[in-house]
């Protein structure tokens, strides 16, 4: 039963008959899990709250970030260094104060994910890495509930609903991860802030449409958006007769090894590797070195060490034939993941003398030069 | 000739172009043909065996080519070949 608060709250809804005063009361008994409160997580929990889904489950264990600003709106500048999971209650609680939310304020894990998946009826996935993906997935499957799947990168999304009944699963489509440092993450590659708008209300509309029993639900189907192109595409999606979900041998692994990510990363020889500070002091003594920046050039125009040479690292290969390998090298990149596989590429083709800047340009912030802006 | 739509993560690996026309009556002949102007893509498509990476698909117009005949699926003029990698943002 709807209260008069609610009949006066959703009464765009209950006039259509579509949705109607059943398909509101559809909506308040529905239970919703988002896991993840960033790009994604922030329009989902937005619309969702305002629509009156009765239940809804929030994941996140991070913490609001100036960074996360450019997309994520369902937190704001007072928010910053708040948990992004109280955040976004606040801003749905004023939203809609008549739904229930639950927090849950962990790293969803092989060892938890069925005791906090259990109770939802719908997932939706808003995760930002592929082993996280795989545990969604597989949890979906082995409790028969629908993931409501987005994902996106720089000026691209793919939306889809996974684990339906009948329908695919997410390893139908992909049955492994790429090797880590294959595919660039957000955090590395960019994201267009809007995109996870677009993308995320793609998701809360499938959702919507779940609780509803209306229209035509996104399974079987890969919707593809292209932002720069404005196009959606769309690709069929097959049960695959080979999978595990098909084969009936999902089970929650450890995801982590699954997709190559070691327990402790490795410390790289010391030898690799040389702190900002030791760069500043051989700049300083005028030591003959060569500073190579391999990020991108739109990454270089936002701040650079003065010394250095932009050679993207997609285009270093080519480039290894102009640089002497008789010379010192330092190679930086935003963090040191990218420069570190430049490092490689150079010492593959007999380089002796090649180091990696330990954190990049944005610990030679921290360290040496807080002018240099960090992004 | 068919079109090839690279993805955004790709795209780096193609001189930045987001379509590319190539001949070839098969999926297969058009890749290779694609490869051969990219050499930087093969390891991003292939792994050391030769074989299509299992977090890449390959679809001719809406149709994954697992279901059709594979690198042996035949393509037509004006066909569109569409490479779909697997991507994990969203959370960030």
């Known amino acids: ?375 | 000739m068919a079109k090839i739509l690279i993805p955004t993560p790709l795209r780096q690996y193609a001189e930045k172009n987001n379509s590319v026309e190539v001949s070839g009556s098969t999926v297969g002949e058009a890749l290779a043909n694609l490869t051969t102007q990219f050499p930087d893509l093969r390891k991003n498509l292939y792994n050391d065996e030769g074989k299509l990476r299992s977090f890449v698909n390959v679809y001719v117009n809406d149709e994954d080519i697992r279901y059709l005949q594979k690198d042996a699926t035949a393509i037509a003029d004006g066909d569109t070949i569409s490479i779909v990698p697997s991507i994990a943002g969203g959370r960030c």
Not at chain 1, 1 to 15: A, D, G, K, N, P
Not at chain 1, 118 to 143: E, H, M, Q, S, W
Not at chain 1, 348 to 362: E, H, L, P, Y
Request: proline share 7%.
């Open chain 1, 1 to 375: 039963m709807l209260t008069q608060e609610e009949v006066s709250r959703y009464s765009r809804h209950l006039i259509m008959p579509e949705v109607g005063v059943a398909g509101q009361e559809k909506l308040k008994a529905a239970k919703v899990l988002l896991i993840g409160t960033g790009g994604l997580g922030a329009p989902v929990a937005m619309y969702l709250a305002a629509a009156g889904v009765g239940t809804i489950g929030l994941v996140d264990f991070d913490v609001v970030d100036v960074s996360n600003l450019q997309r994520q709106v369902i937190h704001g500048t007072k928010d910053i260094g708040k948990k992004k999971i109280d955040s976004a209650e606040e801003t749905m609680r004023d939203i809609n104060p008549l739904i229930k939310m639950i927090k849950h304020e962990v790293a969803l894990s092989s060892a938890n994910a069925l005791e906090i998946l259990k109770d939802y009826d719908i997932i939706a996935d808003g995760t930002d890495n592929f082993p996280t993906r795989f545990l969604i997935n597989d949890a979906c499957v082995l409790l028969n509930k629908p993931n409501v799947y987005a994902s996106i990168f720089r000026f691209e999304g793919q939306a889809t609903i996974f684990a339906a009944e009948g329908g695919p699963c997410y390893r139908c489509l992909y049955p492994e991860p790429p090797p880590p440092g294959l595919v660039p993450s957000c955090a590395e590659g960019g994201v267009l802030g809007i995109l996870p708008g677009v993308v995320g209300l793609l998701q809360a509309t499938e959702v919507v449409k779940l609780i509803l029993g209306a229209g035509e639900p996104l399974i079987g189907r890969l919707l593809l958006y292209d932002a720069l192109a404005m196009k959606f595409r769309e690709l069929k999606l097959r049960k695959n007769p080979e999978c595990l979900c098909a084969t009936g041998q999902v089970k929650l692994i450890d995801y982590e090894q699954f997709c190559g990510i070691p327990k402790q990363p490795e410390p790289p020889p010391m030898s690799a590797e040389i702190s900002p500070k030791e760069v500043k002091a051989l700049i300083d003594a005028k030591e003959n070195f060569v500073l190579i920046d391999v990020r991108e050039p739109h990454e270089f125009q936002i701040g650079r060490i003065p010394t250095s040479t932009l050679i993207p690292l997609g285009d270093l290969p080519k480039k290894v034939a102009e640089l002497d390998p008789a010379a010192n090298y330092v190679l930086h990149c935003k963090m040191g993941g990218r420069s570190a596989k430049g490092c490689d590429v150079l010492r593959q083709a007999g380089f002796k003398n090649v180091r990696n800047m330990t954190g990049g340009i944005s610990a030679w912030s921290d360290q040496v030069d807080p002018s240099v802006p960090k992004y």
